[in-house]
């Protein structure tokens, strides 16, 4: 297939051909240059100080600062960073302690009506989440729930539950059957066949699907508004006490903003080979 | 190589020859009482689980919209049977925010293929720095959602110091209110940036599963580029495309985030970007109306119910149709 692109693309220099390819290239580069700017943007800010953040035109040349990120530092990003890793990480664990499980019965050892309950997860992605929020505030008041990360941990488990059983199971579906067989003639039990076959194999799916409920959880906003607001918020919800209606915020905004989307945007560049996957809930490659 | 929708691939499948050898190994389909739940224990904790977070708030949505509370009035929270329906349904805000929801999901949906298509396109070649610009183009979809909407609020639509502002200035536009005069627009054009390197990655991965063989015979037949996309890279593409635009609407439906913090619901007539998950929160946590906004949250729920029951009809024809293929 390779080939096939190579004798398609590599044409004589300074032939017609060889210039509409280097037309189109150039066209990418600047539509990507063109996309990516805002990132660019946020992060150019982020070094600038209040003053050269307001300038019409923008201003592009400045001397750095760190002025505004060791403001950030100053306004409490600590406690938030430690809500939103603390969240992140055991919605994580508790996703992946029910998850694997749940994509094995859906697949190797496939419960009866295993497509019904596979589209009831499917269908629980559909539901208008924001329908729940009367009765989840309610519930989290009366229980002493609000500012703890607790409740964010069960719902966020909710939320990624469906995506990584679908995921885990794409990839535990794509075991050899054969080496199944093999393990089994072996005499082989299902702890041995679970521990010495099917994880190892799976393993970077399993990581795969961990980079996309992180992504997911790190970035919510509308539960973690509601429910963690006043005292113990996460990092969106940090990022938002820094909008002002005056005044000049925007360098501050800006470095907040790059502080708080660094880990996912790290991430996700890591898992990029794995990100379609993950967002098509293991339905493509 | 073969990536099509593949779960449907290697499903234990009730049929074919895979069937025999699945009952030497795996026991029959029917299984009897004891074995059958042992096989069934994994799955259990995942879907209780699944089962308490999902339906158990929806039953109490429907507890409280069937009451008249009202945090602001004292002595509301008693049985009204279906008033607070009525009382939705007679909403014209809420009939606004319906048209509102599919208007934004809609056209954010379509550009975000359109353009995620293009680029798709454009990247499916060898040159110089793709994977660079592979990076560049997915980075939108990975920054914080509430991160995009405050710096497209601040630092992009500012009416002085915005850098729209200044890259249309030779134009002749100057100091032009983006949020409050286009009000849909400007949310749109955010969840466009966000979503539009999701769609191109879905499409990416059915041109590059695509069987270069086709394309040469086509090419051997005669068919120029253009009428080589059109009758065979699209076909192909379709059911990427459909995939895509699913699983964009599922979430895009949802969008709160950019509406809260660039609109707050409002521009242009007051209400203009005010979608369904905007018009539940108004009406419990600023008009305090916790059973009409139940009530509204109960209709929203059959709702997407209905629509879902279509797409996922959609979906597993999806699925079926790469299984034939497989």
Known sequence: ?285 | MSNVLDPAQQLPADRGSSAARRQRFRGSASLGGRRAWVRRLPLLPALTYMIVVTQAPFVVTLWYSLRGWNTLTPGSDRFVGFTEYRQVFADPNFRSAVVNTVELTASAVIIAMMLGTALAILINRKFLGRGIVRTMFITPFLVMPIATALLFKTTIYDPIFGLLDYVLSPFGVHQVNWIGTYAMPSVVLVLVWEWTPFMMLIVLAGLQSESLEAIEAAHVDGANAFQTFVSITFPHLRRYIELGLLLGSIYIVQAFGEIFILTGGGGGNGTATTNLPYYIYEQAFQSFNVSEAAAAGVIVVIGTEIVAAVTLRVLSGLFTASEAMA
């Open chain 1, 1 to 285: 297939m390779a080939r096939g692109f190579d004798r398609r693309y590599r044409y004589k220099r300074g032939s017609r051909q060889w210039a509409v390819g280097h037309f189109w290239t150039t066209v990418t580069w600047i539509l990507a240059f063109l996309l990516f700017f805002p990132v660019l943007w946020m992060v150019l800010t982020a070094f600038k100080t209040e003053g050269k953040a307001y300038t019409d035109p923008p201003t592009v040349a400045f001397h750095p600062t760190l002025t505004e990120f060791s403001q950030v530092f100053s306004a409490g990003i600590g406690p938030p960073f430690e809500h939103s890793l603390f969240v992140t990480l055991a919605s994580l664990i508790l996703v992946l302690a029910l998850g694997i499980p749940a994509a094995y019965a859906l697949s190797i050892r496939a419960v009866p009506r295993w497509r019904d309950v596979l589209f009831f997860f499917l269908t629980t992605k559909m539901l208008p989440y924001v329908a729940a929020i009367v009765p989840i505030y309610i519930v989290a008041l009366h229980l002493g729930l609000l500012d703890n990360d607790w409740a964010l941990v069960i719902l966020y488990t909710g939320f990624n539950l469906p995506i990584a059983v679908w995921m885990i199971r794409s990839f535990l579906l794509e075991i050899p059957r054969e080496m199944l067989e093999a393990a089994r003639i072996d005499g082989a039990g299902v702890w041995t066949e679970l521990t010495r076959v099917i994880l190892p194999i799976v393993l970077p799916g399993v990581a795969a699907t961990a980079l996309i409920c992180v992504i997911f959880t790190w970035n919510e906003f509308f539960f973690a508004y509601f429910l963690t607001a006043t005292r113990g918020p996460t990092v969106p919800v940090f990022l938002v006490g820094f909008l002002q209606s005056e005044g000049e915020y925007w360098a501050v905004l800006a470095a907040a903003a790059t502080i708080a989307c660094l880990p996912v945007i790290l991430a996700g560049w890591i898992a990029q080979k794995q990100l379609v996957r993950g967002l098509s809930l293991g339905a493509l490659k």
